[in-house]
């Protein structure tokens, strides 16, 4: 009998093996913020079923609803690998609830987009600017410059994610407030700018709102070069893309290995994949700019606009943009109306 408490111990600690086993062995890796929509995830989730046998359920978090569910979750980790704004990565690494991982083609990722000892390393970047779909602007010419987006002819049809959540969010008030002279160290034109254009009845939606820029619901949507061109060439809208006149920036988005993740040998496996030719070839033709540029066809450069056009996009500090990001989003939840 005095027994009897240890037997149980070992069966339970057994059990808790053998589940962690069968998980193992059925390819499972569970990585938040996937969403098929978004940077053509649902080819790479089927691309990595497909070539690796393990599977990774569709997410539709974004990078600030990952960032705290990891955080939440730290005791007992339910995600194996993780996709967010590159900011979201810094913080992550701050709050321990990431790991070092130096994945295959880890040489071959530039300096300044990884993580020196691998808890977060880019895997693609994108431009921010104007995702319009042409079609329902009523008559209205393309915007071309951050001030355009101020004129009442577009009222009720700007769109922009959730920017004290959402990266993309926080990546277009970045932009716009370095655009209008502010820097990373203060914010007053992002949060000047976006009451402003308060009175032109925005639409602020906290997920990836492709769908409902195809559909017209979301004539002008602040996003990236890849999504737009996307819509435009992969599934015909009439949809163009500008980089505001005044300018904006290129952002990279990162991965990591979630720490104590239930998985980890597939999680390395996934990691590994995202890196390699044929990953890295998902985002080429995906118009995203992987971070392996090799990977990018000639075909796929046609589609972006001139070097002349790209001329006024600039990359940033994104340690200090990341350290920037909680006083802002303070700031924007606050101050904006």
């Not at 691309?47 to 609803?65: A, C, H, R």
């Not at 071959?108 to 994108?126: M, R, T, V, Y």
């Not at 779909?133 to 004129?151: C, E, H, K, R």
């Not at 056009?309 to 904006?336: G, I, N």
Request: hydrophobic share 40%; aromatic share 10%.
């Amino acid at each position: 009998m005095r027994n009897t408490p240890a037997r149980l111990l070992l069966a339970t600690a057994l059990a808790g093996v053998s589940s962690l086993a069968s998980a193992q062995d059925a390819g499972t890796a569970i990585c938040y913020n996937c969403p098929p929509e978004w940077a053509d995830w649902g080819t790479q989730l089927q691309l990595i079923e497909e070539k690796t046998g393990i599977q990774v359920p569709q997410d539709n978090k974004n990078s600030g609803q990952s960032l705290a569910q990891l955080v939440a979750e730290a005791q007992s980790p339910v995600a194996d690998v993780v996709y967010y704004g590159v900011t979201f990565g810094i913080q992550a690494m701050e709050a321990d609830v990431v790991e070092p991982y130096q994945p295959a083609h880890w040489d071959e990722i530039p300096e300044g987009l990884k993580d020196p000892e691998g808890n977060w390393f880019a895997i693609h970047s994108g431009t921010l600017g104007f995702m319009v779909n042409v079609d329902a602007l009523d008559g209205a010419p393309v915007p071309q410059s951050w001030d355009d987006l101020l004129d009442p002819a577009y009222r009720g049809m700007v769109g922009y994610l959730d920017p004290a959540s959402a990266f993309v969010g926080y990546v277009g008030a970045t932009a716009v407030n370095l655009a209008l002279g502010g820097d990373l160290e203060d914010f007053t034109p992002a949060i000047d700018y976006f009451n402003a254009l308060v009175d032109n009845d925005p639409i602020v939606p906290k997920q990836t709102s492709y769908a409902r820029v195809l559909s017209g619901e979301i004539p002008i949507l602040l996003d990236y070069d890849f999504n737009a061109y996307r819509a435009r060439y992969s599934d015909g809208a009439n949809v163009k893309f500008v980089i505001p006149e005044e300018g904006s920036i290129v952002v990279p988005y990162v991965m990591s290995l979630v720490k104590n993740g239930p998985n980890p040998d597939n999680a390395r496996a996934v990691l590994d994949f995202v890196l390699s030719d044929e990953g890295q070839a998902v985002w080429a033709e995906a118009y995203l700019r992987p971070v392996r540029e090799e990977a990018i066809s000639d075909e796929a450069r046609q589609v972006f606009l001139p070097d002349s056009d790209y001329a006024r996009a600039s990359a940033v500090d994104y340690a200090a943009m990341a350290q920037a990001q909680r006083e802002f989003s303070e700031r924007y939840l606050s101050e904006v109306r």
